[in-house]
């Protein structure tokens, strides 16, 4: 079936050009960091993660909302899933591969990833986050690939692959579970150090993962034959709202743990990413503006009037994605290392070479993305 991504339009070879230019751009950034080292970037002694890590955060979470369409269609058998069921399965391999590539990316020598590998350490977070997110791309591409071929062929999927997904269901939170216990874990840093950390990222995961299908969706359906169904974008825009509205209410938990508390390591990140420590304020505009996106989703989605206008449903789906982006993909990993365990306060902003390995994973994520969806929108189309 690959063969079917290997033939398109002038529009199609167009992307596929602008996404191979923008990839070869950061892999050429990322030859300059690897020759000269991290500190090309932007992170420093007391700020040791950064905008790589930042994006990995935010795309497991993409990675894990897949299992918002697996579910329904396959344990409650709605139907209306069936058209889109396998373009959150690709989704989740492309969000899962950007996310090793930023691993890869952030570790300085990449030989080191072998580490996780050739010496296992069940004891170690980090361990089983490689071994969950691994997992989960595996069980997509089988999955996908294999029900999308049968599909092709007419006929019901082998067997075998009905507790692949039964088992994919159980692995999607896990994935981005373990990634909250690598913060939640580590007690200097009482930013990160809440229960809630885990139900936070699930949250927003099944927020900004169903986002950014629904926009997916209506691009598929402007530039192809192929309609994903009215019904299931607006299945989708109501997990959306229920999610962000969950997302929303975590966040005020946080702020008034943290404030009606008094307790200062809390309140002193908050402070800083909202209204700067003394003239310490890079990320404030940043930060409010996420804030504002987010108010203005949520007004957008509990309105049934402008959720179910798909031109307002594709602003708010946008307004959801670049929130949780910024508030998870950058507000979240940088609040925790500012201020440090004493007190003193050390900015972070990313050079331009960080950006542009950044641009070019995600480049590469959507090569990817294009490629796997090109493959399984050709199959619709010829089944149609």
């Not at 296992?120 to 969950?132: G, L, Q, Y």
């Not at 927003?204 to 994903?228: K, N, V, W």
């Not at 982006?325 to 070479?353: A, Q, R, S």
């Amino acid at each position: 079936m690959l063969e079917k991504a290997l033939t398109g339009s002038r529009r199609y070879w167009l992307w596929i050009c602008v996404l191979l230019a923008l990839s070869g751009i950061g892999f050429i950034a990322y030859l300059r960091q690897f020759t000269y080292g991290l500190g090309i970037t932007g992170m420093s002694r007391d700020v040791t993660w950064g905008l790589y890590i930042g994006q990995f955060t935010f795309l497991v979470g993409v990675a894990a909302s897949g299992v918002m369409l697996v579910l329904p269609y396959y344990l409650h058998n709605y139907k209306k899933f069936g058209k889109i069921t396998i373009l959150g399965e690709f989704m989740a391999v492309a969000a899962v591969t950007m996310c090793v590539l930023f691993i890869f990316v952030d570790m300085g020598q990449p030989m080191r990833i072998m580490n996780v590998m050739l010496h296992p350490t069940p004891n170690s977070i980090m361990f089983w986050d490689s071994v969950v997110l691994l997992g989960y791309l595996m069980l997509n591409i089988i999955i996908g690939w294999t029900v999308l071929g049968a599909e092709r062929k007419e006929v019901p999927p082998p067997s075998w692959v009905k507790p692949l997904i039964y088992l994919s269901i159980a692995w999607a939170p896990s994935i981005h579970t373990v990634t909250a216990f690598l913060y939640a874990g580590l007690p200097g840093r009482h930013f990160w150090l809440t229960a809630i950390m885990a139900a936070r990222f699930l949250a927003s995961a099944f927020a900004s993962g169903p986002a950014l299908l629904i926009l997916l969706c209506f691009i598929i359906r402007r530039t192809t034959r192929f309609d994903p169904g009215k019904e299931a974008i607006q299945t989708l825009g109501k997990i959306v709202t229920y999610f962000m509205i969950t997302n929303v209410f975590f966040f005020g938990l946080e702020v008034f743990t943290a404030f009606y508390s008094q307790i200062p390591g809390h309140m002193h990140s908050f402070e800083y990413l909202y209204a700067g420590l003394e003239e310490h304020r890079v990320l404030v505009p940043l930060m409010w503006t996420s804030a504002v996106l987010a108010i203005v989703a949520v007004i957008l989605l509990i309105n049934p009037a402008t959720r179910k206008n798909e031109i307002t449903l594709g602003l708010a789906s946008v307004a959801v994605f670049l929130s949780l982006w910024i508030d998870k993909g950058f507000g979240l990993v940088i609040g925790g290392f500012v201020p440090n365990p004493f007190e003193t306060v050390t900015e972070y902003w990313p050079t331009l070479p960080e950006t542009l390995i950044t641009i070019g994973v995600w480049a590469a994520g959507f090569l990817i993305l294009t490629v796997l969806y090109k493959v399984a929108i050709s199959v619709k189309e010829e089944l149609a």
